[in-house]
């Protein structure tokens, strides 16, 4: 008896199958996650109850948590169109940076001078067009030039950061800051408003919903949604169909981009209130919205709950750094291992094993599948 194992592509995806991949990838890694917190000491099952009682257990770990959705939410919906068209970007933090940059720019010099009406939406629009212009970029690369996203996308993250620390220590060093690499605080005009005893400031909020909503509307129902999911799914239908790549392509990629500053603007305008170093603005929210949108299986409406999801590990990571003396980058240990079996699960969501065993004497073969 000879055992044969093959991997083939799954013909149909059902519900069922995909939601209990995805809750099985979850459950290797908080597993995986275990044994490391076990490794160094700590009851597994205390730790990760810790987390989650830090984030969800009390009324303000829950507002903090919603906090620090608002720029994965917006961010992660931001990635899945992007993702949906099989663009692989990975700049959303140095389009953020750019978002913020802009947007303070705004406050600065716009911002005495007009009243809230008029210096809010300015500086999201900007925030948003900043955004998309730095996502555009490695866009047009990609269809002219074949140049590889996912390298230029990330490099675009480095380039953000540096010209945000040159101007934090240069040009727009405050002068009200004591010599601290801060610009001057934004005046009340372009500060966001914030729910009473609370960080949330609710404009960022309310849009990050509308933009995971108008985006499910814009994927499934429209011409041009149909477009990005045929570009990704099979690039040879597009173009027989008579597809314009590159149009579609740039465009999926400004409103990616343009949400990841969207979720820049609300950070500066919404706690910080001044522009500082790159770690200071965003906690890592680019990169941890690449998880979200994957989490979301690539869906607007779920990333809300994914975005909360995370957003409860980044809070409840705090609470583990004091409760057992974990480092900080505990928490990126966890987004890591999670986005690992993410894929991994994703790869057998569209795939499936095929164990094959062959009887040597009469070459019959019994399939089992799996």
Not at 260 to 271: F, K, N, P, R, T
Not at 308 to 325: E, H, N, R, Y
Not at 332 to 339: E, M, P, S, W, Y
């Amino acid at each position: 008896m000879k055992i044969k194992i093959s991997v083939v592509q799954r013909q149909r995806i059902s519900t069922t199958v995909s939601a209990l991949t995805v809750l099985g990838s979850l459950l290797c890694g908080f597993i995986v996650v275990g044994i490391i917190f076990a490794a160094n000491g700590v009851n597994p099952f205390f730790a990760i109850w810790r987390i989650f009682d830090g984030s969800f257990g009390s009324l303000y770990s829950f507002k903090e948590t919603v906090t620090k959705a608002i720029p994965l939410i917006t961010i992660g919906t931001g990635l899945i169109i992007a993702f949906r068209g099989k663009f692989w970007n990975i700049g959303a933090e140095g389009q953020l940076l750019i978002g913020a940059t802009l947007a303070t720019w705004v406050a600065l010099n716009i911002g005495p001078r007009v009243t809230p009406i008029i210096a809010i939406p300015l500086m999201f629009i900007v925030g948003f067009i900043g955004g998309g212009l730095t996502a555009a970029i490695p866009a047009i690369l990609k269809v002219r030039f074949r140049i590889n996203e996912v390298i230029s996308t990330l490099m675009f993250n480095y380039i953000a950061a540096e010209i945000v620390q040159y101007l934090v220590v240069g040009p727009w060093k405050g002068k009200t800051q004591y010599g601290f690499p801060y610009t001057d605080r934004f005046p009340e005009s372009s500060q966001l408003g914030l729910l009473p005893g609370s960080r949330i400031h609710y404009v960022t909020l309310i849009l990050a919903i509308l933009a995971a909503i108008i985006l499910f509307i814009i994927i499934y129902r429209t011409k041009f949604g149909y477009e990005v999911r045929v570009i990704g799914e099979n690039p040879n239908a597009g173009r027989y169909a008579g597809i314009n790549f590159f149009r579609t392509t740039v465009v999926m990629m400004i409103i990616s981009g343009g949400l990841a500053g969207i979720a820049g603007v609300g950070e500066v305008a919404g706690l910080h209130h001044k522009l500082s170093y790159p770690f200071t603005i965003s906690a890592g929210y680019g990169y941890t919205g690449i998880i979200v949108a994957w989490l979301a299986r690539l869906n607007p409406i779920l990333a809300i709950f994914s975005g909360l999801f995370f957003a409860g590990i980044k809070v409840g990571g705090d609470a583990i750094q004091t409760s057992f003396g974990l480092p900080a980058a505990t928490v990126d240990v966890f987004n890591g291992v999670i986005l690992f079996f993410l894929i991994m699960g994703e790869y057998f969501i569209n795939n499936k094993l095929v164990i094959k065993f062959v009887n040597s004497k009469t070459e019959s073969l019994k399939t089992e599948n799996i």
